[in-house]
């Protein structure tokens, strides 16, 4: 079976993808290949309102099998992809089938960091996929006691729904404080506080040693020494780019699959979109790999563009968000290398914003509660704007008028 474009990987990259070829036009035969028994779906919704029971299953597809099936999109559901050859063009699928293809796109997404343990996998949890997350549901449903490991984004938003059904709940984090790797210390004060207000305990510093089974709960060995006795253990220790199939076919690969603006890796039959990939980025005049949903739909756009022969190149500010509790924080940009940082507005109302700058210039904002200051924020980094802390963070200048001087 001879087909024009070949996605694995169906997610939202890949997922994307396909709908974007068709959203431009594109005519050519499109099969989207996925491990997972689900058509592609958003993935955020599994540690916020899916996990807390406030969303249906349907809602959290991009689109409905009718959508696949009136586009002609080929969705072949359940099948890993093993490999594929770059010369004679073929997909080498897990039930022996072999698919050719004329454009191939790696949506692959990112595996789960895995922390090794000696116990058994009951009550033991990770969250990356529907399945994950109704298992997870279910335990936050039986049990009185859980411990979350790394106080990421992933681990406090699970944090925020269990604290609601009155569950125990401890968090242990190897850094010294959450969310270190996005945020500046005074949000990360902000967000342990109010987690601490709602109940949930921390233990900073300390990596976990091992987790043994105690009959039907486990315990967990930490590396200060401590044992922490609990039913279920929930664990988000971050992700790495699933480049598995790309090196074992020879494309370049740098902290990601590496591709150009237009998402072309280094075979130009080849594409890659969304967490797997490392791409230029002319804002921040660096190669980015990012793990978020505008990431993965922006550049599906642009690797679709490409294939149907236009091109818009991917270069935007990226950004991101978290619903904790009644927060929502909304980050753009990369706050790496801030050399100052401006509060702005007052954090006891829960709605203020935060610049980061680097040489003057505002490389980031996390915005709490304050859906208008992000995106003006947004656009003052697009811009390169440099503006005076001073006037940042004086609640009365507007951001808007500012963005008009640009
Ligand atoms: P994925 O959506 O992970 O898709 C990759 C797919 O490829 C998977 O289905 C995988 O099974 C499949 N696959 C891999 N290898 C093969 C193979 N060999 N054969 C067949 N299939 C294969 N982002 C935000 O911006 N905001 C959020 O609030 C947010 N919250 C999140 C909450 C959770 C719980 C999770 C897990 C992620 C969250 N993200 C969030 C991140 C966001 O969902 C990802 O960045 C996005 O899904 C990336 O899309 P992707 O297509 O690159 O990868």
């Given at each position: 079976m001879r087909n024009d474009v070949v996605i694995i990987g169906a997610g939202h990259a890949g997922g994307m993808t396909a709908i974007s070829?068709?959203?431009?036009n594109y005519h050519g035969l499109i099969t989207l290949i996925g491990e997972e028994s689900y058509?592609?779906?958003?993935?955020?919704?599994?540690?916020?309102?899916?996990?807390?029971?406030?969303?249906?299953?349907?809602?959290?597809?991009?689109k409905k099998q009718s959508y696949?099936?009136?586009?002609?999109?080929?969705?072949?559901?359940d099948r890993e992809v093993l490999g594929f050859d770059r010369d004679s063009k073929k997909v080498f699928l897990n039930d022996r089938k072999q698919i050719e293809y004329g454009?191939?796109?790696?949506?692959?997404?990112?595996?789960?960091?895995k922390i090794k343990t000696s116990c058994r996998k009951t009550n033991l949890y990770y969250l990356r996929t529907i399945t994950d997350a109704l298992k997870i549901q279910q335990s936050l449903k039986d049990k009185n006691k859980i411990t979350i490991i790394g106080a990421g984004y992933i681990g406090l938003e699970i944090a925020s729904i269990a604290a609601r059904k009155n569950i125990n709940i401890t968090i242990i984090e190897m850094e010294d404080r959450v969310m270190s790797r996005v945020i500046c210390p005074v949000v990360s004060d902000f967000f342990q506080k109010k987690h601490e207000t709602e109940g949930v305990k921390f233990k900073f510093?300390?990596?976990?040693?091992?987790?043994?089974?105690?009959?039907n709960q486990k315990k967990i060995k930490c590396s200060d020494g401590t044992v922490i006795d609990t039913d279920a253990v929930i664990i988000g220790v971050g992700i790495k780019p699933n480049v598995e199939l790309a090196i074992n076919s020879g494309l370049v690969c740098e902290d990601g699959i590496?591709?150009?603006?237009?998402?072309?890796?280094?075979?130009?039959?080849?594409?890659?979109?969304?967490?797997?990939?490392?791409?230029?980025?002319?804002?921040?005049?660096?190669?980015?790999?990012?793990?978020?949903?505008?990431?993965?739909?922006?550049?599906?756009?642009?690797?679709a563009a490409c294939i149907n022969g236009e091109k818009k190149p991917y270069h935007q500010v990226p950004w991101f968000w978290s619903d904790q509790y009644n927060l929502k924080l909304q980050i753009a940009g990369m706050s790496q290398n801030y050399d100052q940082y401006i509060v702005r507005g007052n954090m006891e109302e829960e709605k203020f914003t935060v610049f980061y700058l680097q040489n003057k210039k505002i490389i980031a904002v996390d915005t709490i509660n304050n859906l208008k200051e992000f995106f003006n924020g947004k656009k003052l980094i697009a811009l390169g704007a440099e503006i005076s802390p001073e006037v940042l963070q004086n609640k009365d200048a507007n951001l808007k008028e500012l963005i008009k001087q640009y």
């Open positions: 070829l068709r959203q431009q058509l592609p779906y958003q993935r955020p919704p599994l540690s916020k309102g899916f996990l807390a029971g406030e969303i249906e299953q349907e809602r959290l597809y991009l696949f099936e009136k586009h002609n999109i080929h969705v072949i559901k454009k191939l796109v790696l949506a692959t997404g990112s595996i789960l960091n510093n300390v990596s976990v040693v091992d987790i043994e089974d105690n009959h590496s591709v150009d603006e237009n998402g072309q890796t280094s075979d130009e039959s080849i594409f890659a979109a969304g967490d797997c990939t490392s791409h230029p980025n002319n804002i921040y005049q660096k190669r980015l790999r990012l793990e978020s949903v505008h990431n993965a739909v922006e550049q599906a756009k642009s690797v």
